[in-house]
């Protein structure tokens, strides 16, 4: 690819999403983008190129940046984030809103899916705390594509090895021909909606948690940090934001403090574990990082309701095989994947006039594929997910 169409198409990308193409990734513009051609009936990129330096097509130049994006996700990715939010964001969110009885997450880069239902199964093993309690999950992404797949909830032998318990996976689980389905219950319980982080943010409304996690990584500094003030906007005061391993906020923003003991989350006023108001729900660990208070929903350090299991069981079925309950094995943590070769972080480009970030479009309601018939919830939690906002169609 000669040196100014890779400029041509990487500003294009830029400018539409904020991900950041580096010239030596001129291969995977190549390789991503020659389907998209040949969709289209070209023989090569040369014949797209010509096409929209004629003529910016927005149809064809929002396939070219969904096809850059880099979708790699996991159940529980990273475990530890899971962990806090079960055991001090959530114990403290019930105490802090325990008047309202409401609160809203949003996994702001939702992608297949895996973050915003690993969320919900959490949620889901607190119902019975939640009880009475209304609250919303909201799963937004840039590409339309990866928010289907999400909605469908179907995920292969594969995607199910990575990080999910077994237990969960017996539990939330159906198996679908080859794949597996997870349950309608927690289907339910997340919105999906196409979004770009780039664009206005205020009618997504206003969030207690949210997930922003292994996006950021994409985008120049300028771009994470106009991303970072919006969302801060986006948040209630003591609201708490999760950042990927590999991202922060500083050096970027002033928006967010990190929140002392808690690696990796963030809040624009709270910067200690306990999370602000209230007492706190998990004391600060004494020496060790690992050391957080047992909490409330924790009985003599056996899992009630909403707690984790106390092994984190082994998941290693055969391909194919079906996991039977009661099936335990040593501790299992998900295997952190080598990121896709994919776009890295580089200065940031002028963006070129004329090429608006991809506008947000309207959710579509997502459909269980023919012929599957979702299992019944495996839990009777009371608590109530919210009703959707305007404009947000629940799957
Ligand atoms: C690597 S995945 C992260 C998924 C999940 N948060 C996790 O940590 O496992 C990054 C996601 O960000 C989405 N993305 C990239 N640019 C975006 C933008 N400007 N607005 C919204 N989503 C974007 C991609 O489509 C992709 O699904």
Redo the contacts with the bound molecule.
């Keep these: 690819m000669k040196p100014d169409d890779f400029q041509f198409l990487a500003t294009l990308v830029k400018d539409r999403?904020?991900?950041v193409l580096s010239q030596d990734k001129a291969y995977l513009l190549e390789s991503r983008l020659m389907p998209v051609a040949r969709k289209r009936g070209m023989k090569g990129l040369e014949e797209l190129i010509v096409l929209l330096r004629a003529r910016m097509d927005a149809a064809l130049a929002d396939e070219i940046t969904?096809a850059m994006?880099?979708?790699?996700?996991?159940f529980f990715?990273d475990i530890k984030p899971f962990d806090i939010f079960r055991d001090t964001v959530l114990p403290n969110l019930l105490k802090t809103r325990a008047t309202k009885k409401s609160f809203r997450i949003w996994?702001?880069?939702?992608?297949s899916g895996?973050?915003p239902y690993s969320i919900a199964m959490v949620l889901q093993e607190a119902a019975a705390q939640l009880a009475g309690w209304r609250y919303e999950i909201i799963g937004?992404?840039?590409?339309t594509e990866?928010l289907n797949k999400a909605k469908s909830g179907l995920y292969s032998q594969f995607e199910v090895q990575r990080g999910l318990p077994v237990q969960h996976l017996v539990k939330y689980f159906k198996k679908r021909e080859d794949l597996w389905q997870i349950d309608s219950t927690l289907r339910g319980m997340v919105q999906y909606k196409e979004?770009?982080?780039?664009n206005d943010m205020k009618a997504l409304g206003t969030f207690d948690v949210v997930?922003c996690?292994?996006?950021l990584i994409?985008f120049d500094q300028q771009t994470k940090g106009v991303v970072l003030a919006n969302m801060a906007k986006q948040m209630t005061d003591d609201g708490v934001l999760y950042l990927?391993g590999a991202e922060t906020v500083l050096g970027i923003s002033d928006a967010f403090k990190p929140v002392q003991g808690l690696r990796g989350i963030y809040s624009r006023t709270v910067t200690d574990v306990s999370l602000g108001a209230g007492a706190p729900v998990a004391a600060k660990p004494a020496a060790a990082p690992s050391g957080f208070a047992k909490p409330k929903h924790m009985v003599e350090g056996r899992p009630v309701a909403g707690a984790k299991p106390a092994v984190r069981p082994a998941l290693t079925p055969r391909p194919g095989a079906v996991p039977r309950p009661g099936v335990t094995g040593a501790t299992a943590r998900p295997v952190t994947p080598t990121a896709r070769p994919g776009v890295t972080p580089r200065p940031a480009a002028t963006p070129r006039p004329g090429l608006a970030p991809r506008p947000a479009t309207g959710a579509t309601p997502s459909r269980p594929p023919a012929g599957t018939t979702p299992r019944p919830a495996g839990s009777t939690g009371a608590a109530r997910p919210l009703p959707p906002r305007p404009g947000i169609k629940k799957p």
């Design positions: 999403s904020g991900l969904e994006t880099t979708n790699e996700s996991f990715r996994c702001a880069a939702a992608s895996q973050e937004t992404d840039i590409s990866i979004f770009n982080l780039l997930f996690r292994n996006v994409y990927g």
